[in-house]
């Protein structure tokens, strides 16, 4: 284990190399690792030249085994803590997650002295939920020893059965208030603190995909100049919800979201600007923030950020830099298996739905008020009026024309009113760029900054109009999109 900075957002982590050769789990791109308050939250997965990375939220504390065997568990602080490590279990045993090596060396204190369990299906070989279960009774009796009372077969009981038969014999814990556990715990922290155990002083940079973490229940306050359109993001009561209003599956499609009434909020921008960022809650998987546009009785997408992993239900911000007009609707694109956190039952809330990508073509609402989604989506968005989008690296004119080629690996003519165009995909020494010709003159540059060099061009098409649509493969196997649109001067990515 190593503690290190993944660059992308400047975050520490707990890093854990599992070397190829090491007997143990052979691990792809991902992992079954829950999401709850209880389990450490992992950042990100993948291969490195002598194995496989695991990356993982860094807590600063010690192990469950470290202050057991330093003495420093009481008979209140262990069951406390073994009740966190219950309700963590339980809620992985109902998303038919398996744990395979529940242990005191697996479970970290936090500085809250919140027990957390880590290392989801990393010990290789096959478990069962009854293994689990049984490795979380013996992690009771380590504990507690012969003041551990009879329990009952622990294949066939929870473990939040298994924490409450240990409680028993301890009715004067039930007396106690949570300050009192809280202090109690915060100060069996500061024992402990510093005795995570990682496995080297090295202090290692990583450039790590994902984001998110323990992200806190409260919005950061809007930046100064910026308007929030859309949900406050209280706290409180939270349902993460697919397209259709249910619990995410397998069987959860795409869609866009917006939020077309909600009381007391504005909606819509009042003049032309730009979003500067766009947050979420309780919100889970890949979304991406959209810009949409009423013409007549439809609505088209003038504008989307690249897509987000959301990693958890917690608060989330994103930055964005996309262009506004007075009037125009922001919206959410959920990913199939994707999450938004809704309010429910908020009066006079209204919502609209769009099933699959709304991108190049117009299109009417689908579902909208009264089709069983009246909720409070828990999107909000900071715009600036009166500014542009400042796309990095983007050129025009004169410094257009002096760029470097590159090397073409697509290209497509555009047919307008006034001439043609010509739109080439190049590879440059630092990335993807998208070009707009004029003749030979290169009049516009956009670069793509989230194709990777090492990815290749899957699609380039210019359907439906001055649309080209560009579609690429990272090495890491993800397929990302970006549609563009052409006009006599100007070229603008619209997501």
Same mark, same amino acid.
């Given at each position: 284990m190593?503690?290190?900075?993944?660059v992308?957002?400047?975050r520490?982590?707990a890093?854990?190399?599992?070397p190829?050769?090491?007997?143990?789990?052979?691990?792809?791109?991902s992992?079954?690792?829950p999401?709850?308050?209880?389990?450490?939250?992992l950042?990100?997965?993948? &291969? *490195?030249?002598?194995?496989?990375?695991?990356a993982?939220?860094?807590?600063?504390?010690?192990?469950?085994?470290s202050?057991?065997?330093?003495?420093?568990?009481? &008979?209140a602080?262990?069951?406390?803590?073994?009740?966190?490590?219950?309700?963590?279990?339980d809620?992985?045993?109902?998303?038919?997650v398996?744990?395979?090596?529940?242990a005191?060396?697996n479970?970290l204190?936090?500085?809250?002295?919140?027990a957390?369990?880590?290392?989801f299906?990393l010990?290789?070989?096959?478990?069962?939920?009854?293994?689990?279960?049984r490795?979380?009774a013996?992690l009771?009796s380590?504990?507690?020893?012969?003041?551990?009372p009879?329990? &009952?077969?622990?294949?066939?009981?929870?473990?939040?059965?298994?924490?409450?038969?240990?409680?028993?014999?301890?009715?004067?814990?039930?007396?106690?208030?949570?300050?009192?556990?809280?202090?109690?715990?915060?100060?069996?922290?500061a024992?402990g603190a510093?005795?995570l155990?990682l496995?080297g002083?090295?202090?290692?940079?990583v450039?790590?995909v994902g984001?998110?973490?323990?992200?806190?229940?409260?919005?950061p306050?809007?930046?100064?100049?910026?308007v929030?359109?859309g949900?406050?993001?209280?706290p409180?009561?939270?349902?993460?919800?697919?397209?259709?209003?249910?619990?995410?599956?397998?069987?959860?499609?795409?869609c866009?979201?917006?939020?077309?009434?909600?009381p007391?909020r504005?909606l819509?921008?009042q003049?032309?600007?730009?979003?500067?960022?766009w947050?979420?809650?309780?919100?889970r998987?890949?979304?991406a923030?959209?810009?949409?546009?009423r013409?007549?009785?439809?609505?088209v997408a003038?504008?989307?950020?690249?897509?987000?992993?959301?990693?958890?239900?917690?608060?989330?911000?994103?930055?964005?830099?996309?262009?506004?007009?007075?009037g125009?609707?922001?919206?959410?694109?959920?990913?199939?298996g994707?999450?938004?956190?809704?309010?429910?039952?908020?009066t006079?809330a209204q919502t609209?739905?769009?099933l699959?990508?709304?991108?190049?073509?117009?299109?009417?609402?689908?579902?909208?008020?009264?089709?069983?989604?009246?909720?409070?989506?828990l999107?909000?968005?900071?715009?600036?009026?009166?500014?542009?989008?400042?796309?990095?690296g983007?050129?025009?004119?004169?410094?257009?024309?002096?760029a470097?080629?590159?090397?073409e690996?697509?290209?497509?003519?555009?047919?307008?009113r006034?001439?043609?165009?010509?739109?080439?995909?190049?590879?440059?020494a630092n990335?993807?760029?998208?070009?707009?010709?004029?003749?030979?003159?290169?009049?516009?540059?956009? &670069?793509?900054?989230?194709?990777?060099?090492?990815?290749?061009?899957?699609?380039?098409?210019?359907?439906?109009?001055?649309?080209?649509?560009?579609? *690429?493969?990272n090495?890491?196997?993800?397929?990302?999109s970006?549609?563009?649109?052409?006009?006599?001067?100007?070229?603008?990515?619209?997501?």
């Amino acid at each position: 284990m190593y503690e290190a900075t993944q660059v992308s957002l400047d975050r520490r982590v707990a890093l854990k190399l599992l070397p190829a050769d090491e007997e143990g789990p052979s691990l792809g791109s991902s992992l079954e690792w829950p999401e709850h308050p209880h389990v450490v939250s992992l950042y990100a997965v993948g &291969p *490195w030249e002598g194995g496989h990375f695991v990356a993982m939220r860094l807590v600063r504390g010690s192990s469950l085994a470290s202050l057991a065997a330093a003495g420093e568990l009481d &008979p209140a602080t262990s069951l406390d803590l073994l009740t966190d490590v219950a309700s963590a279990l339980d809620a992985a045993h109902s998303e038919g997650v398996v744990h395979g090596a529940v242990a005191a060396r697996n479970v970290l204190v936090d500085h809250d002295g919140r027990a957390l369990l880590s290392d989801f299906g990393l010990a290789g070989g096959a478990s069962t939920i009854g293994a689990d279960r049984r490795a979380f009774a013996s992690l009771m009796s380590e504990l507690l020893g012969e003041r551990l009372p009879a329990l &009952p077969d622990p294949a066939s009981s929870s473990a939040r059965e298994l924490a409450r038969v240990a409680r028993a014999p301890f009715p004067e814990l039930r007396r106690r208030s949570a300050d009192e556990l809280r202090v109690r715990r915060r100060r069996l922290w500061a024992v402990g603190a510093g005795v995570l155990g990682l496995a080297g002083v090295l202090t290692i940079v990583v450039a790590l995909v994902g984001g998110g973490g323990n992200e806190p229940e409260t919005a950061p306050p809007v930046a100064a100049g910026a308007v929030a359109l859309g949900s406050e993001l209280k706290p409180g009561a939270v349902d993460s919800v697919d397209c259709g209003g249910q619990p995410p599956s397998g069987g959860s499609q795409a869609c866009t979201l917006v939020q077309a009434r909600l009381p007391g909020r504005r909606l819509v921008p009042q003049k032309s600007g730009a979003v500067r960022s766009w947050a979420v809650r309780g919100a889970r998987g890949q979304l991406a923030l959209q810009v949409i546009r009423r013409v007549g009785n439809r609505y088209v997408a003038t504008a989307r950020t690249s897509y987000e992993q959301i990693p958890n239900e917690g608060v989330h911000v994103l930055p964005a830099d996309l262009a506004v007009r007075a009037g125009d609707r922001v919206a959410v694109a959920l990913t199939p298996g994707a999450a938004i956190g809704v309010r429910r039952r908020v009066t006079g809330a209204q919502t609209a739905r769009w099933l699959g990508q709304l991108m190049l073509t117009s299109r009417s609402i689908e579902l909208g008020a009264g089709t069983g989604f009246d909720h409070e989506i828990l999107l909000r968005v900071d715009y600036v009026p009166g500014v542009r989008p400042r796309l990095a690296g983007e050129l025009r004119g004169r410094a257009a024309a002096r760029a470097p080629a590159g090397r073409e690996l697509g290209a497509r003519t555009v047919e307008l009113r006034n001439g043609v165009r010509r739109v080439v995909v190049v590879k440059l020494a630092n990335g993807i760029a998208v070009d707009l010709f004029a003749g030979d003159r290169r009049i516009a540059r956009i &670069p793509a900054r989230d194709l990777s060099r090492e990815g290749h061009l899957l699609t380039f098409t210019a359907t439906g109009g001055p649309f080209p649509l560009l579609r *690429w493969r990272n090495p890491d196997g993800r397929a990302l999109s970006h549609a563009y649109t052409v006009s006599e001067n100007s070229l603008v990515m619209r997501g």
